[in-house]
């Protein structure tokens, strides 16, 4: 949890339009605490930003035989774009999350921080972010599903105030990418 220290965000010329346009950063995040002095820009993500995202989230170890990033990346951009965040610090792309919103329940995927900034709180920020871009469009609740074995994200998951549902995740693949 926090250690005594609350990053505050700050729209950028007031709440953002229902859609974000060019370069302008989608929070101005600035850090008042003792273990962080960069700021983390969260903008949604641009095809320029294509190369750096899958590099992270290989390095990140979100990138699996079944899923090819690019195809999702692709798959992404045609259903709600403006949930697909990314979070850079003087213009080096560090950390992603992709939201969904099917009507009925929002949907957290692909959450990723560069490991060299692990700790700093910028996992919480994108978090924040998302969330309030779900609230925005009706989301009523947010569900995620997290490897059991992977216990640190589920720390920080339960941090960030998730709880367990106790249901069994299904899943059933539709379309093969490789
Ligand atoms: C999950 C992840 C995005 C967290 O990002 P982060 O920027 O390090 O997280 P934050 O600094 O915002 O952490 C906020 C709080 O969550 C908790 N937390 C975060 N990582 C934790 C860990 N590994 N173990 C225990 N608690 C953790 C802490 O309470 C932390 O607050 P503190 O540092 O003041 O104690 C990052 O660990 C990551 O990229 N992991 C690899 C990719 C991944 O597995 N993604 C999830 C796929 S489901």
Known sequence: MHRGWTPALHPVGGPPPGRFRGEAPLFQVDFRNDRVN??????????????PVIDLWKE????????????????KMKVDPDLFLVG??????????MGGYEGHRGW???????PC???KGYGRLLMES????LK???????????????????????AMGYGNDNVVGLGKRLMHDS
């Open 108 to 114: 957290i995927n692909y959450l990723a921080v560069k």
């Open 117 to 119: 900034h692990h700790r």
């Open 130 to 133: 998302v969330e309030r871009l």
């Open 88 to 97: 850079e610090i003087d213009g080096e792309l560090v950390a992603t999350v």
């Open 60 to 75: 990140a170890g979100l990138v699996v035989p079944q899923n090819d990033p690019g195809k999702d990346i692709d798959r």
């Open 136 to 158: 925005r469009k009706g989301c009523p609740k947010i569900n995620l599903q997290v490897r059991a074995t992977n216990s640190g994200v589920i720390e920080f998951y339960s």
């Open 38 to 51: 960069e700021d983390m820009n969260i903008r949604p993500f641009q095809e320029k930003d294509r190369l």
